[in-house]
DNA sequence: GGAATAGCACCCTAATAAGAGTGTTTAATG
DNA sequence: CATTAAACACTCTTATTAGGGTGCTATTCC
C-alpha cells in the first residue's frame, strides 16, 4: 500500500514553493544560513527545500514562513470561511464521519 | 544547532491547517481511508495531518491537496509575482547570494 | 434502537529525513 | 581583479517519521 510517485504538479507545485521561499529570502536580505539560524533548522534543510524536495516537513516549512512573516499564508491555505458565508453554513451539517457510498470501487 | 522549540503560532498555524483539511475532506464525502488511499499515503499520516502534528511532509501535505483539487493553492502560497509587478521588476536585481553586512551579532 | 464502520489512540519497526561535515564553485564587492 | 564567503554537491550517521497493526469509541444510518 505504498506511494506510487510523486504526480507531476504536485512536484512542480513544492518546486515552485521553493523558488518562492528563495526569493522571499533574497528580498530580506538573509542568507541560507542565517535563514537557517533564526529558525532553528539546519541549513542544508533550508537549501533542500529551496531546492524543492519533497521531503521538508511541514513543521520547518512553517518556522521558515514564521521568519520570513508570512505564517498566516500558511493558515490560509486552505481557508474557506473567510470568503464564502453559504459555504460555511453548509458546514454546520457536514458529518463528522464519513460512511462509505460509492458502490463500486472507490473507497 | 538543534531546534529550539516550535514556535507557537506556527504550531497554531499548523494546527489550523490541519483543521482545514478535514474541513475539505468530509465537504468532498470522503472518509480519511480514501483520501489515504487515494493520495498514495497511510490512513495514519492522513489523521496525523489533520490533528495537526507538525512532523508530516510537504509531500503528503501536497499530495492530499492534488486530489483535493486544491493543489494551486500551494503554489501560490508565497506567490508575489501575480498582485505586484513593479516587485517583479526589483527582483531582477536580487542578489544570487547575500553578503552579510551585519556588522553586530545578527547572522 | 441496533448494526456497521469511521475515526481515534495506541505501539512497534522499517524507511526516511535532518543534521553535520568536507570540498568545490562562483558571485559580490573592496 | 583579488578576496571572501554564499551557495552547491556530496557522504555518513542519527533521529524522526511513515506505515501497519490492534482494540476501542461513537457516529451514521437503517
Known amino acids: 500500500m505504498n506511494h506510487y510517485p510523486l504526480?507531476?504538479?504536485?512536484?512542480r507545485a513544492i518546486a515552485k514553493l521553493g523558488r518562492?521561499?528563495?526569493?522571499?529570502?533574497?528580498r530580506r536580505r538573509l542568507s541560507q544560513a542565517s535563514?537557517?539560524?533564526?529558525?532553528?533548522?539546519?541549513?542544508?534543510?533550508?537549501r533542500r527545500?529551496?531546492?524543492g524536495e519533497p521531503s521538508g516537513s511541514i513543521e520547518h516549512l512553517a518556522r521558515i514562513l514564521h521568519v520570513l512573516g508570512e505564517l498566516k499564508r500558511l493558515e490560509t491555505?486552505?481557508?474557506?470561511?473567510t470568503d464564502e458565508i453559504g459555504l460555511l453554513m453548509m458546514d454546520e451539517g457536514l458529518p463528522q464521519r464519513v460512511r462509505a457510498r460509492q458502490s463500486?470501487?472507490?473507497?
Not at 7 to 11: H, S
Not at 77 to 81: E, H, I, S
Not at 104 to 107: E, S
Open 20 to 26: 518562492d521561499i528563495s526569493l522571499a529570502r533574497r
Open 77 to 81: 491555505l486552505l481557508d474557506t470561511g
Open 104 to 107: 463500486k470501487g472507490a473507497l
Open 35 to 46: 535563514l537557517a539560524d533564526r529558525s532553528g533548522i539546519s541549513v542544508n534543510t533550508v
Open 7 to 11: 504526480p507531476e504538479p504536485a512536484a
Open 49 to 51: 527545500l529551496e531546492k
